[in-house]
């Protein structure tokens, strides 16, 4: 009965993420409008960590398994980087590292700055 | 065999079978590059081409685990609650952290895919690269890029960013334990905070900390600057 729970109630906010982006026309994707739902419901106690924390950890420990066939539809459009996978893997480690240095630089400025 | 086929049970049955071994690969060598869920996809694509089953077949049980990508991100809501105490303490850095590093994220695969000579399409699937996927995949479709493409890019860049984080942060400085973590999930998501969790517990904490906020601001930033710069790319 409590799985039970659990799934209606986290398959409920999704669906209600994706009903208020699909009627108010929201810039944002439904599934992130009911990550924010489910959060604030969180903050204000109105959903408890506990009423959810099952079938969430399950789904998070699990979760590289369910974009297997997203991943797989790459071979439908193979012919699209057949030619530029290498450049595309240079330009993702070139911008992996600039976004990272510059996080962590700017972060770490602003801790240095607060503490003194 | 056409109905054995067309059941949806055949997808899902190959995409378990597939993502077991791939564990089980990664359990073994313990290489970071041979992530999973890539083994898992060249393993299914393998057996389909081998095999010459059409992809439709296994996209009919395919769609149904797709399905579950959106409870899946709904519940990243989960991990952030449980870090709220490290957001209130650390709130100002690490919101100006995110949002700086994530613009000149954006901002450096636009200049990087121009310098390439990267079309749009293309463009539009590498920005999302940076987020978990869920989000990266629902992102990319809006910004007319294809998604797995988009979740080929998410792979590379979280595979970079898993081997590449202890080093990237030495070579910087980057040396107080909040920084790296913030760092490593607005670069590299889930896939990098599993590497920021081997470096310590405040990294892995703030780590997954960062994915949900680099995802919500990634969603907001990309399509402003995507709309911003199309007029003068086209």
Request: hydrophobic share 55%; with cysteine.
């Amino acid at each position: 009965m409590k799985l039970f729970r659990e799934v209606i109630l986290i398959f409920g906010i999704y669906y209600i993420g994706e009903f208020l982006t699909t009627f108010l026309n929201l810039p944002i994707p439904g599934n992130l409008v009911g990550m924010l739902l489910l959060f604030l419901l969180l903050c204000c106690n109105v959903v408890k960590l506990k009423q959810v924390s099952t079938v969430s950890d399950f789904l998070l420990s699990h979760l590289s398994f369910f974009f297997i066939p997203a991943g797989v539809g790459l071979m439908s459009n193979f012919s699209l980087i057949a030619n530029a996978w290498f450049p595309i893997i240079i330009v993702c480690a070139i911008t992996t590292i600039i976004t990272m240095g510059v996080t962590g630089k700017v972060v770490q400025l602003i801790m240095k700055k607060g503490k003194k | 065999m056409e109905t054995l086929l067309q059941s949806p049970m055949f997808g899902i049955l190959l995409s378990l079978l597939a993502f077991e071994c791939a564990i089980l690969i990664q359990k073994k060598t313990k290489l970071l590059i041979l992530n999973p869920l890539m083994v898992a996809i060249v393993m299914v694509i393998l057996f389909l081409v081998v095999t010459q089953i059409d992809l439709s077949y296994y996209q009919v049980g395919g769609d149904i685990i797709n399905m579950f990508l959106g409870p899946a991100t709904v519940v990243l809501a989960v991990p952030l609650y449980r870090q709220i105490h490290n957001l209130k303490a650390y709130f100002i850095p690490i919101l100006c952290g995110i949002f700086i590093g994530t613009l000149v994220g954006l901002c450096s695969i636009l200049l990087c895919s121009v310098l390439f000579g990267f079309d749009l399409q293309m463009m539009a699937s590498l920005l999302p690269k940076s987020v978990t996927t869920p989000i990266g995949v629902e992102l990319s479709k809006q910004l007319g890029g294809i998604p797995s493409i988009t979740i080929f890019n998410i792979l590379i860049t979280g595979i970079v960013g898993a081997v590449g984080a202890d080093f990237i942060c030495k070579m910087l400085k980057i040396t107080e334990p909040v920084a790296k973590g913030i760092a490593i999930g607005t670069s590299a998501h889930a896939l990098g905070t599993t590497k920021a969790l081997q470096l310590g517990q405040t990294e892995g904490a703030m780590s997954s900390l960062a994915i949900g906020i680099a995802g919500i601001m990634t969603v907001l930033l990309a399509p402003l600057l995507w709309n911003f710069v199309l007029p003068l790319l086209a």
